[in-house]
């Protein structure tokens, strides 16, 4: 996937004349766009409502073993995903692309640490051993307080709570980890260069990303201040939401040792809309 995922469909007609001058994403007025975007796009929405829907009977079926440190993260991060996959379709269903890549970004990091995890061994350490560490900072901080503000936390009981932490990592060198060391232990580094680099712009403000906010007219002057909803971006982001959610969904079917068979059925179907997001021009 490259940078070109994000060019892709038609605007739908109508929109720039739609009454959101007042309300905006907030008003009655954006239920007939919804309502318009959805039919534009029925076939890739109804599939991300079918892949959410299996993704709900597989929690149903799974039984994390109790004593699986890997089994247990997985299980715990993979209805977050879930989450972050729902939050991204309605944002995407309203016309609010800037927020939908925003929450596209963070299922990407959850997969990421989801992946990375279930493949990795040293991920998995490090990813438990990196809250004992937060622990440790937060103690030391409230040690070395010189103020009142922690006054009211007994100074013995943070000490004892220093040495658990220090005992239990014993001198252990851990790695810095970001979302890119997740997304190498994960084998989804490409994803990180690429996808994530994208969402990244609407996370930051760039500047690039902000010129959609302006209808500027043939003489390159500014016509007025631009804020309606889009369906430019659904096709490659919701595309990208129902890929990341069928990784996240094998690899957590894969480390309870349940069958995957569904997540191929997925990919085969989603396959098309991932082609046009990449072929798609702006």
């Not at 279930?118 to 900072?137: F, G, P, Q, T, V």
């Not at 009142?148 to 239990?168: A, H, Q």
């Not at 890119?180 to 996808?195: I, M």
């Not at 990208?240 to 569904?262: P, Q």
Request: with cysteine.
């Amino acid at each position: 996937m490259n940078r070109s995922i994000w060019s892709y469909a038609k605007r739908i007609e109508g929109t720039e004349m739609a009454p959101y001058h007042e309300n905006g994403f907030l008003g009655n007025d954006i239920k007939v766009w919804i309502a318009n975007n959805r039919r534009e796009y029925d076939n890739l929405f109804k599939l991300a409502e079918k892949l959410n829907f299996d993704c709900y009977a597989m929690l149903e079926r799974a039984r994390p073993h109790n004593k699986d440190k890997r089994e247990l993260l997985v299980s715990c991060l993979f209805p977050r995903v879930m989450e972050l996959f729902q939050a991204t379709y309605l944002l995407v269903s309203r016309g609010m692309i800037p927020a939908s890549n925003v929450m596209l970004r963070s299922l990407i990091e959850t997969m990421f640490v989801l992946v990375a995890i279930a493949k990795d061994s040293e991920a998995l350490d490090a990813y438990i051993l990196n809250d004992e560490r937060e622990r440790l900072i937060t103690a030391n901080k409230i040690i070395n307080d010189t103020s009142s503000t922690f006054s009211e936390i007994p100074l013995e009981e943070v000490i004892r709570v220093k040495s658990e932490i220090e005992k239990n990592l014993d001198g252990k060198k851990l790695p810095k980890l970001t979302t890119e060391y997740f997304s190498k232990k994960a084998g989804l580094h490409d994803w990180y260069l690429t996808v994530y680099a994208v969402t990244s712009k609407s996370v930051h403000a760039a500047i690039k990303d902000m010129e959609q906010y302006l209808d500027i007219g043939s003489d390159e002057k500014v016509k007025s201040i631009k804020f309606t909803p889009t369906s430019n971006g659904t096709i490659g982001i919701l595309s990208t939401a129902c890929n990341a959610l069928g990784m996240a969904l094998e690899t957590f079917l894969a480390t309870l040792n349940l069958d995957t068979d569904i997540t191929k059925e997925h990919a085969d179907s989603l396959r098309p809309f991932l082609e046009l997001a990449l072929t798609e021009k702006d």
